[in-house]
């Protein structure tokens, strides 16, 4: 059966850093977009980056920008998310999702588009100050 396993996720210090793993089992990941989103407790899922399938082009929030960096291997079929000088309010569970082609959901709509492919089942990211 299809699906996405996140991994990567831990706890870490203040401006320390994670890798986060987004692997496909079961399809190829060569014609999805991939998108990161987190959930802290109490708080609505967020969109955090995307990665398009065609070009590479890439989308950040603000709050993760020069940060946070998307990136996938194909051959591998996993796409990454390197969290560098991570902070206090970046802890949540971290999902990543897939949909069909480009950021195009994950742009426009964010985590409630009812459109994506298939959903990870999260990895916990815990930030100490």
């Known amino acids: 059966q299809a699906h996405l396993v996140e991994s990567g996720g831990g706890l870490v210090q203040t401006g320390g850093s994670l890798r986060l793993s987004c692997a496909a089992s079961?399809?190829?990941?060569?014609?999805?977009?991939i998108g990161w989103f987190r959930q802290a407790p109490g708080k609505e899922r967020e969109g955090v980056s995307c990665?398009?399938?065609?070009?590479?082009?890439?989308y950040y929030a603000d709050s993760v920008k020069g940060r946070f960096t998307i990136s996938r291997d194909n051959a591998k079929n996993t796409v990454y998310l390197q969290m560098n000088s991570l902070k206090p309010e970046d802890t949540a569970v971290y999902y990543c999702?897939?949909?069909?082609?480009?950021?195009?959901?994950?742009?426009?709509?964010?985590?409630?588009?009812?459109?994506?492919?298939?959903w990870g089942q999260g990895t916990q990211v815990t930030v100490s100050s």
């Open positions: 079961g399809f190829t990941l060569n014609d999805y977009a």
């Open positions: 999702a897939a949909e069909t082609l480009n950021c195009d959901g994950y742009y426009n709509y964010g985590s409630s588009w009812q459109g994506y492919d298939y």
């Open positions: 990665v398009h399938s065609s070009d590479g082009s890439t």
